[in-house]
């Protein structure tokens, strides 16, 4: 795994001026609804210009599942900007994530005020939406629990007040897409969702609507009960425990190691000595059908169908911990939890356009294939990423190998089993790991087109970088034969003016 080793080398976050927040007097405590949504109200006064509060829907008891967008446009998608969400407490009684995100989104905008030059890249290159909390019923539970006992049972307020674990509630496309898997040119993205509406909890309706809003590429679903970085798949082919690989396996390790290496504990496994669990986690990270099955889990459903690349994070072995060790969870988290956001920018990005109007090109289809000889790669001798002058190169082609091409053979190319598409105004998105890649934009009506693209991670030389450009101009297929035809008509023209004017001798 050589791409994993270099990328730990420099895996550590970049920070700029101190941001001082959460100062001496913020008092580290357990919010119940009134006071999460204070939270946001609160950041969003002292930040107006950067957030936005909304809410998808609502709980089965009628509370709102709060959101808020923290972005240097909110309420817009920026072309060729990356969206990304964190979704925290979906297990009522598992409180950390919930609370690690309510010190993070203040953070957020006292850093970008203070000109943190971290901070400020993100938000003025990153789209960030933030859910707090997906079960506010089942945390009321659990709450309630806690308050009268300082204690809360392994499984009270888990599910919501249908009894419904939400993260066993999501169509479970899995063995669709695995039955799609044993057909050659199947199916591989945006697998179809039959006819399960009516069974759905309502949270999970909602936020799959929310899913359904924006052109998600990275997100996060924050959990408790271990200390681990959990990548899909979830679930294998008969719900069985067993290692079972996304055709993106290389990216998700890269994405889970991302947030254990940045975390103080995870990647060296520094549990509680009261942890229930016995399980280790090498490098603080785990394939989810590995470790147990999860069929109709969240994350799994977020990349079969929207092409979301998801993680669930396991935030600590204690589920709802005294209010006394919260600050101790935000310190652990917090360079992770930034580190993880910046990963919306690695692998390649782009704008798929109509050639002739130079009009974005919504659905059209970006499928890549890594290029596998190392020797062939290098011989474009572009493959340094993040040295020079980085906007430079990208408008002289940085990314791009032409010559590469001419040094190509079939074996050369691990095609990749899973496509992504564009988003309405053309623009896409592809999480890949370092390398040169085979991409192919391709739409119906048009050609398609091929070009060789170089994907960086987005932090190659401690300096923040968004994702490589690879935009397609494509030819409508209409273009082409009109084009044909206007070159056949002028040749025919050409012929006869040449027939009509005699021959005449020098």
Not at 216 to 226: E, P, Q, R, T, W
Request: proline share 6%; hydrophobic share 35%.
């Amino acid at each position: 795994m050589r791409y994993i080793s270099l990328f730990l080398a420099v895996v550590a976050v970049v920070w700029g001026s101190e941001v001082e927040f959460p100062g001496p007097d913020y008092k580290f405590e357990h919010h119940n609804a009134e006071a999460l949504k204070k939270v946001l109200d609160d950041t969003h006064k002292e930040c107006p210009e950067l957030t936005r509060i909304y809410s998808p829907g609502t709980s089965k008891l009628g509370e709102e599942l709060w959101v808020i967008e923290i972005s240097d446009n909110p309420g817009e998608h920026e072309l060729g900007e990356p969206e990304f969400k964190y979704i925290g407490n979906m297990h009522g009684n598992e409180v950390v994530g919930r609370e690690v995100l309510l010190v993070l989104i203040p953070y957020m905008c006292e850093a970008y005020k203070a000109g943190d030059p971290d901070m400020v890249w993100l938000i003025d290159h990153t789209r960030i939406h933030i859910m707090p909390t997906m079960n506010p019923d089942g945390y009321a539970k659990a709450y309630a629990q806690f308050s009268e006992t300082q204690k809360v049972d392994w499984t009270n307020g888990r599910a919501n007040a249908d009894g419904e674990d939400l993260n066993r509630d999501f169509p479970d496309i899995d063995k669709n897409f695995f039955r799609q898997r044993e057909k050659k040119n199947g199916r591989n993205h945006h697998l179809k969702v039959q006819n399960v509406e009516d069974d759905l909890e309502p949270e999970t309706e909602a936020v799959i609507n929310w899913f359904k809003s924006e052109p998600f590429v990275l997100s996060a679903n924050l959990h408790g009960g271990d200390l681990v970085a959990n990548y899909p798949f979830d679930t294998s082919i008969g719900d069985k425990q067993m290692y079972s690989a996304t055709p993106d396996d290389d990216i998700f390790r890269l994405l889970a190691l991302t947030y254990s290496a940045n975390h103080l504990k995870m990647h060296d496994q520094v549990k509680d000595p009261n942890c229930i669990t016995s399980d280790t986690f090498k490098d603080g990270i785990t394939n989810g059908a590995n470790w147990y099955p999860v069929p109709g889990g969240m994350q799994d459903f977020n990349y079969l169908r929207f092409n979301t690349f998801e993680l669930t994070l396991e935030l600590g072995c204690d589920k709802f911990p005294p209010a006394a060790r919260l600050e101790e969870f935000w310190e652990d988290n917090k360079p992770a939890l930034i580190a993880y956001m910046k990963m919306a920018h690695a692998g390649i990005k782009g704008i798929v356009v109509d050639s002739y109007g130079n009009e974005g090109i919504y659905n059209a289809t970006i499928s890549v294939g890594k290029i596998t000889d190392d020797k062939r790669v290098e011989l474009c001798g572009k493959q340094e990423c993040g040295k020079g002058d980085f906007g430079k190169w990208n408008k002289e082609g940085y990314g791009i190998c032409d010559k590469l091409e001419d040094w190509m053979e079939e074996d050369d190319i691990n095609y990749r089993n899973h496509d992504v598409t564009t988003a309405q105004q053309g623009d896409y998105w592809r999480l890949l790991v370092p390398g040169a890649y085979w991409v192919t934009a391709y739409a119906p009506g048009y050609e398609p087109v091929t070009q060789i693209c170089y994907a960086c991670n987005p932090n190659p030389d401690g300096l923040n970088h968004e994702a490589n450009d690879c935009s397609f101009a494509l030819e409508s297929v209409y273009e082409t034969d009109d084009r044909r035809m206007e070159l056949l008509e002028r040749f025919l023209a050409a012929q006869r003016v040449r027939n009509e004017i005699p021959y005449q001798l020098p």
